[in-house]
């Protein structure tokens, strides 16, 4: 077993830091099952915080459902936050959708710039970003500034798969509807797909493409 008391008594002082110096807070949540630790310790130690979930419109139902289940087992409140642009409107000329013909454009559309003018409104991003996760998040610091002056905020950062499963184990929090179907990195319902290599938990997403990041972590997530 892991002992967790000094990760948590590191992220708690973070936290109660942040919050002496008068820094405005907020959160994003993708509601899988590696975004259950972030929060957990956001209801522990912030609960007051605003979490943000990006409903881009092509989420799996299952997602929504556990977003509602979480909110009530942590007794915190998870924000939706929709792009301006309808379905119908995301079609190219040929009428197919984004995700299909430009997927980065998609993603920009759908979370990037919805969440551009939270960012106008906070100091500090709790995020709950692993360094093991991906070659781009291992690049990341614990805390960073961002061009738009606000400070990203990491604290699973140094956490591997192993520290989120027993984590979760120890302290009972649920998984993700989909997670024992083989989903191990959930996102949009056309951009995910069941994976089984479990040294590459994010290798279901976006397969067959050269994008590994929707841009929550490139165009808003470079160092100032």
């Known amino acids: 077993m892991i002992d967790f008391k000094p990760y948590l008594l590191k992220i708690e002082h973070e936290i109660q830091s942040f919050h002496a110096q008068n820094k405005k807070i907020f959160a994003t949540t993708s509601c899988q099952t590696n975004s259950v630790v972030l929060l957990h310790l956001i209801s522990k130690f912030a609960p007051k915080t605003p979490v943000y979930l990006l409903n881009t419109g092509f989420l799996f139902p299952q997602t929504l459902s556990f977003r509602s289940d979480l909110e009530r087992l942590l007794n915190i409140e998870i924000h939706l936050l929709r792009g301006q642009l309808s379905l ?23 979370k990037v710039a919805p969440l551009e003018p939270i960012l106008q409104n906070f100091d500090l991003w709790i995020n709950g970003v692993r360094a093991a996760q991906s070659s781009t998040r291992a690049q990341m610091g614990r805390t ?18 192993r520290m989120v499963h027993y984590y979760i184990e120890e302290n009972n929090l649920p998984r993700h509807p989909l997670d024992n179907d083989g989903y191990k990195s959930i996102g949009c319902r056309p951009c995910t797909r069941k994976w089984i290599d479990d040294l590459d938990n994010r290798g279901g997403r976006w397969q067959g493409l050269n994008k590994t990041e929707c841009g929550l972590h490139t165009t808003l997530g470079g160092k100032a």
């Open 144 to 161: 960073q500034k961002i061009q738009n002056g606000v400070v990203r905020y990491h604290p699973l950062l140094d956490w591997d798969a």
């Open 88 to 110: 119908n409107q995301q079609k190219n000329a040929s009428g197919r959708f984004l995700f299909t013909s430009d997927p980065d454009f998609c993603c920009h559309i759908n």
